[in-house]
């Protein structure tokens, strides 16, 4: 309907000012928080909202995830077929089985709702003000991944924790070329829709761990 | 317009309702008490406010250039986008895409503009079939109600109620009342719709000019689920939610998860600029974006109201209202209620339709305090009383102006107007209520239902200043 | 400013006709600190009523009438945060377009709450010479909201030794009075209003004090309705009463 285009603009241009961009206020300072600090900050508001965190030398998260999964009785594990996913498929023990999504979601739809019991990611950063994971979903680790197994297990490298959104989004330029989704994820899933009370894992996620490495 | 009948039996019905209004107070109280501890400095708050309103405001400013740019980034990315003058065109245009894609079931993320247009009743009239992912939305669809608040749609719902209204609906879930038990069954009976859902349609919270994206908050997930699995995304939008920068997001985006619910942030946030591309292997093969007017570029003409669509739709001033918290959201009887639904229905629909509402605020000011862009409630409010009552309408008024203006309550008012405005007659005024104190009654009129009459003083101020020599100029 | 030789008063209409008492405290307790307050007779109603309620037309003419009792370039102190709120944010709205809209908008920024004056201009210390007694206060919304005092009563009750203050329950809700909208809105109005009077009567206050006339009309009529024995009244008076010494 070009005619509702037409109808729209000239009504809203009769009005508009046009007075360009007339500056925003400044943005605040950020509080030049050390890499330690924001590893501390990151976990304290991850796990302010039921996200578990665990801080980890670098390839000690192989060992974790064959000690914990298992432990936790978890068996169908999804990984995308990046780096993560070849350690995965490599290193992981038997009692594990390994599912890498390398089709399209369509072929396998049913498996992905109805077997999967984690998945693991990498992610692109982490954002220590509100405890959030910055995600870049890839071919290689596609969006779903992160929607909906049960449990999500992110690998977050310590040095790609910024202090604050902002920050991040003006540092790495991130208007110069958006991906096809980007995601910031802050804690599993959850609502308050029963009587305000918090209940988790409502559609995505029941539990969300991040594995911070370095 | 829904819940029938007129506005004062909706006020009644819902004062009522005893344990509505229970749920409302202890609900609000929690919103507010969150709302607060997210924002310990009120300096850093003041400046985060002010950020809020200047984004705004240059998004407003700009709005058709801003528009035209939005559509030129989503093209270029091949998101498709439509406009719709109103909500017929919008749901025209809808239907049309889902019957192209040969859609029969389709899931949604939560929506307010999808409210508005009343798309559900809409498609389901074209025998698709509609279902609410977002827990709230799910839980009255199944009720057959409409969202009694624009950020928490059932919180008129105790968990018992909404046991049985499963247990009604899927009688093969076990009956619980334990809430994790609920949202388990919840997610159980939503996965399978989601798996098999032709389309999915979702709102938009903020729509980026610069990059052409499409940005969603959310809790639950069901957002970022309806805008992946099925094969065709559907966004929805009012033409106000643009914003020039990415940059602009970060704070809008700090402003809005606090003041709504007091999240430092929300679960989830997507941005979606792009349908899946070549090589990758989930997310819908077409989006769209439809653009909805449907009555703002109207407001956005009226330079005096032009500020409410700097709204971000956080229902921080809904939270904030004494009011709603006695009323909930139904008794108003519009898809916005409380204070923003006050200001922004009567713009929107006409004053001839639901000017009422502007009678719905004692004006005390709680809603602006803790408005995130600074939108000057009460004061939109009070310009649409005046707007209601006006003698003449021009081509500048609202759709309606002047509808409410009744004969005896004009000529009280020029009858206020001829004692007050003269001091002599006033005098003779103002020394007859004094010297009748007796005679007005204590517990006549409306007034009193609830308090006794005051008694005017046997002496006017004016008397009294005269006798203890407080000179005169 | 500082403090300034001159003041006019504004009685504001409410208390004019139901509460001489106040502006006549409120007065005496400015012109205890040496200011000579004038109070001009030819004064009515600063407009609220009618502007609150969409007659902007009429809501001019008496703000108009009012505005001429203030030709001095002197403060003008109004015992009430809605009526100073609304010359002080409204009149410049109202006569916005009209010939004498800088007279208004000059009459808007000279014109204080009386806590605020007392506080911020006179710095005023007094000395309690009261009994011992437990109040609630109650900033009304525009004192709070609208004017930004709701801290300026807090401190002048805080000066009173004798005082012991208590806090309310949701204390920042409005009661419900908003003027018209308590005839307009009657229904909803009253279930405001009892929700404040409960929440006043839980506390141990035996009064309640305010800046505005128009929360105590409707509390302080909800309480006696209700046979409550807490007692309502305004801040003017209530300091009045305790720093006045006889003799």
């Keep these: 309907m070009s005619r509702a285009r037409e109808q729209i603009l000239s009504a809203l241009q009769q009005y508009s000012e046009n007075g360009g961009y007339r500056g925003i206020v400044k943005t605040p300072k950020e509080e030049g928080l050390s890499k330690e600090d924001r590893v501390a900050r990151i976990t304290q508001m991850m796990e302010a909202v039921h996200g578990e965190v665990h801080r980890l030398l670098d390839r000690e998260w192989m060992k974790w995830i064959n000690t914990e999964l298992p432990k936790r009785g978890y068996k169908h594990i999804l990984v995308g077929s990046g780096d993560i996913g070849k350690i995965v498929n490599v290193e ?123 | 317009m829904k819940q029938g009948n007129t506005l004062s039996d909706r006020i009644n019905n819902s004062l009522g309702k005893a344990q509505n209004r229970q749920n409302f107070r202890s609900a609000m109280s929690g919103l507010m008490e969150k709302r607060a501890a997210q924002f310990p400095d009120d300096e850093k708050l003041a400046k985060l406010r002010d950020r809020g309103r200047e984004i705004r405001a240059n998004s407003l400013r700009n709005l058709p250039y801003l528009l035209i740019e939005l559509e030129k980034t989503l093209t270029e990315n091949g998101i498709q986008v439509h406009w719709a003058n109103n909500s017929f065109e919008a749901n025209q245009i809808i239907v049309c895409l889902l019957q192209q894609n040969d859609a029969k079931s389709v899931v949604k993320g939560k929506s307010m503009v999808s409210e508005e247009i009343e798309l559900n009743s809409f498609l389901e009239g074209h025998g698709i079939s509609v279902l609410e992912s977002d827990l709230g939305e799910f839980i009255i669809q199944l009720a057959d109600e409409t969202p009694s608040h624009i950020i928490m749609p059932a919180i008129h719902k105790t968990k018992k109620e909404i046991a049985e209204l499963l247990h009604e609906h899927f009688p093969e879930l076990p009956y619980t009342e334990d809430v994790d038990q609920l949202t388990q069954s919840a997610r159980k009976i939503l996965r399978n719709k989601f798996n098999q859902a032709d389309a999915g349609i979702s709102g938009v919270n903020f729509a980026v000019a610069e990059t052409g994206t499409l940005c969603l908050v959310e809790n639950e997930g069901n957002g970022g689920m309806s ?128 000017g009422g509402l502007t009678s719905l605020c004692t004006l005390c000011g709680a809603c602006e305090q803790v408005c995130p862009v600074q939108i000057p409630l009460p004061k939109l409010i009070n310009r649409l009383r005046a707007e209601s009552v006006l003698r003449r309408a021009d081509y500048t008024s609202l759709i309606g102006a002047g509808s409410m203006r009744k004969p005896l309550e004009s000529w009280g008012w020029r009858i206020w107007k001829w004692i007050y405005r003269n001091p002599a007659i006033y005098r003779v005024f103002s020394l007859i209520v004094t010297r009748t104190r007796e005679l007005i009654p204590a517990r006549m009129g409306r007034w009193a239902r609830y308090r006794f009459n005051p008694k005017p003083a046997r002496r006017t101020m004016h008397e009294l200043a005269r006798e203890a020599g407080f000179d005169n100029e | 400013m500082g403090k300034p030789s001159e003041i006019y008063f504004m009685a504001t209409c409410l208390a004019d006709l139901f509460y001489p008492k106040v502006g006549i405290a409120g007065m005496r307790l400015i012109q205890r600190e040496g200011i000579r307050v004038v109070f001009p007779q030819n004064q009515t109603c600063c407009g609220q009523p009618a502007y609150n309620s969409g007659y902007r037309a009429e809501a001019l003419d008496v703000a108009r009438s009012l505005m001429s009792c203030f030709p001095k370039d002197i403060p003008i102190v109004v015992p009430s945060g809605s009526c100073a709120g609304m010359i002080r944010h409204q009149w410049p709205e109202l006569f916005h ?41 109650h900033t009304s919304c525009s004192s709070r909201n609208e004017m930004k005092v709701a801290s300026h009563i807090e401190s002048l009750v805080s000066q009173m030794k004798n005082v012991t203050v208590v806090e309310q329950e949701r204390k920042a809700e409005c009661c419900g009075f908003g003027g018209s909208f308590a005839i307009k809105q009657a229904e909803i109005s009253g279930a405001m209003v009892k929700d404040k009077t409960d929440a006043i009567g839980k506390t141990e206050a035996s009064k309640l004090v305010s800046q505005d006339c128009g929360c105590l009309m409707n509390i302080g009529g909800a309480l006696r309705k209700q046979k409550r024995t807490i007692e309502v009244q305004h801040i003017a008076e209530f300091l009045w009463d305790r720093v006045y010494e006889t003799g």
């Excluded at chain 1, 089985?97 to 990611?121: G, P, R």
């Excluded at chain 2, 009555?295 to 009011?323: A, D, T």
């Excluded at chain 3, 208004?104 to 309690?128: C, G, H, M, P, W």
Aim: proline letters at 7%; hydrophobic letters at 40%.
């Design chain 1, 92 to 214: 992981a023990m038997d009692s594990l089985q390994i599912h890498s999504y390398t089709a399209e979601i369509e072929e396998w739809k049913d498996q992905l709702f109805n077997q999967v019991d984690v998945s693991i990611t990498s992610t692109r950063g982490g954002i220590a003000s509100t405890g959030s994971l910055v995600i870049w979903p890839t071919s290689a680790e596609p969006r779903l991944m992160y929607f909906v197994p049960p449990v999500h297990v992110a690998l977050l490298n310590a040095e790609d924790i910024f202090e604050s959104f902002e920050q991040m989004v003006i540092e790495q330029k991130w208007s110069k070329e958006m991906p096809t989704n980007s995601l910031l994820v802050s804690g599993p899933s959850k609502t308050a829709d029963i009587q305000q009370v918090l209940a988790y894992g409502v559609h995505g996620p029941k539990q969300l761990v991040v594995l911070i490495l370095g």
């Design chain 3, 97 to 137: 377009g009209q010939p004498d809209a800088q007279n208004a908008l000059n009459v808007s920024k000279r014109t204080y709450e009386l806590t605020q004056f007392l506080v911020d201009q006179v710095e005023i210390e007094l000395d309690d010479l009261g009994p011992s007694i437990t109040v609630a206060i």
């Design chain 2, 227 to 354: 805008s992946t699995v099925p094969p065709l995304h559907i966004a929805i939008t009012g033409i106000e939610k643009v914003v020039e920068k990415l940059a602009d997001v970060p704070p809008l985006l700090n402003l809005l998860t606090k003041s709504a619910t007091g999240q430092t942030i929300t679960t989830y946030f997507n941005m979606i600029s792009r349908p899946r591309q070549p090589g990758e292997k989930d997310g819908p093969e077409a989006v769209h974006l439809v653009l909805l007017d449907n009555g703002r570029s109207k407001i956005y003409g009226n330079s005096s109201l032009q500020e409410i669509l700097h709204c971000i739709r956080c229902g921080s001033c809904i939270n904030h209202c004494p009011v709603y918290v006695q009323l909930g959201g139904h008794a108003y009887g519009t898809v916005y209620p409380g204070p923003i639904g006050c200001a922004l229905e009567p713009m929107r629909l006409g004053i001839n339709k639901v």
